[in-house]
Every structure is written in C-alpha cells, then in structure tokens.
C-alpha cells in the first residue's frame, strides 16, 4: 500500500519579483534621504551614521519581503503529488 503526499510549488511571476525590487529600493531612498538630511549637520559621525543606515535598510527589506509575503498577486501555486511508499 502506498501514501500519496500532497506537496506545491509556488511560481513568482517576473512582474512580481521587479516590483518587489522597486519597492524596497524606494523606501531605501526615502529613508537614505531623511536620515542623511537629518545628520548632514555633523560629519564626524558619518561611520556610525553609515552602519546605522545600512543596518535601517536590511530590516527595511525585511518587513518588505515579509508584506510582499502576504500578496498573493503575481503567484502561481502548483500542487505536486508524490506517491511515496
């Protein structure tokens, strides 16, 4: 007797995948510019401030990725059944 397993895959469409792209990279630049602006008055902390910015811009991306993870827009599921014994 064999057990059949229900598995899927999920497709990302190209749109997808530049629009994810796009949307990170803008609020990058929005909060590259409000963080700058607001710092450009001290130079002598621009390190620190540029670690700031990129350690900004990685959870930036994160949140980004995880909201475009609850838009199904632009995703094809396929389910993939395997017959395992």
Not at 7 to 17: C, D, M, Y
Request: with cysteine; glycine share 6%; hydrophobic share 45%.
């Amino acid at each position: 007797m064999s057990k059949c397993a229900h598995e899927h895959k999920v497709f990302e469409s190209h749109l997808r995948t530049a629009l994810k792209g796009i949307t990170a990279k803008t609020l990058e630049i929005i909060f590259d510019f409000i963080v700058l602006d607001l710092l450009f008055q001290c130079p002598a902390e621009s390190l620190g401030a540029a670690i700031g910015l990129e350690a900004l811009c990685y959870a930036l991306n994160y949140i980004n990725e995880r909201g475009w993870n609850k838009i199904q827009w632009g995703r094809k599921v396929v389910d993939v059944t395997a017959d395992r014994n």
